[in-house]
């Protein structure tokens, strides 16, 4: 099976749940990376890239969130397969959520998020979709932070997969696993 890197969301990290699921299930399986991305998107681009190396076709990608929004670009560049989970399609849409001052919720870090940062990050960083049987997009109807009808508008629907619970977190993204592990056997 080809290395993971599973992509966290924005004020996330390695420890968060569905990482950690990732890790445990394909531990012994294969590689699974788990970065912790710097919070400027550019950064956290240029981190993943250097991370992932330059041949993808050793690679897939998980991605919650924003993570999934950087998933979707990193899919599209190394051609390689990915499921996004509740992901960020349109930041701009939701860049005014990132602003302010937040908490890590795993390292209990405080950041700090400006309005002309999270501009600026997001103008260049525009992925198209042109192979959407690659993906796997996993979505709730009841995500609060997302609308998951971004998505659906812009992955074929047999790519989608939309539960009605479980919110922006994903919780029964667990359930979720061997589903995720066939998608990504499709393509060794």
């Not at 050793?58 to 509740?86: D, K, W």
């Not at 992925?127 to 609308?147: A, F, G, H, Q």
């Amino acid at each position: 099976m080809r290395r993971i890197c599973y992509i966290h969301g924005f004020n996330s990290g390695p420890e968060s749940a569905k990482a950690q699921l990732v890790k445990n299930y394909f531990q012994g399986k294969t590689e699974v990376m788990l970065p912790r991305l710097a919070l400027a998107p550019e950064l956290a681009i240029a981190q993943l890239l250097a991370l992932c190396g330059r041949d993808g076709n050793e690679l897939v990608l998980i991605g919650s969130s924003l993570g999934g929004f950087y998933a979707l670009y990193l899919a599209e560049y190394y051609q390689c397969p990915a499921v996004l989970v509740n992901p960020l399609i349109n930041p701009k849409k939701y860049q005014q959520g990132m602003v302010g001052t937040h908490i890590n919720p795993y390292n209990s870090k405080k950041i700090i998020v400006t309005e002309k940062a999270v501009i600026q990050s997001f103008d260049y960083i525009c992925p198209e979709v042109k192979e959407s049987k690659r993906y796997l997009v996993l979505l709730t109807k009841d995500d609060e932070v997302l609308d998951y009808r971004d998505a659906l508008a812009l992955f074929a629907s047999e790519s989608c997969y939309v539960s009605v619970a479980g919110g922006h977190a994903f919780t029964d993204f667990a359930d979720w696993l061997p589903k995720i592990e066939q998608h990504l056997q499709l393509w060794d």
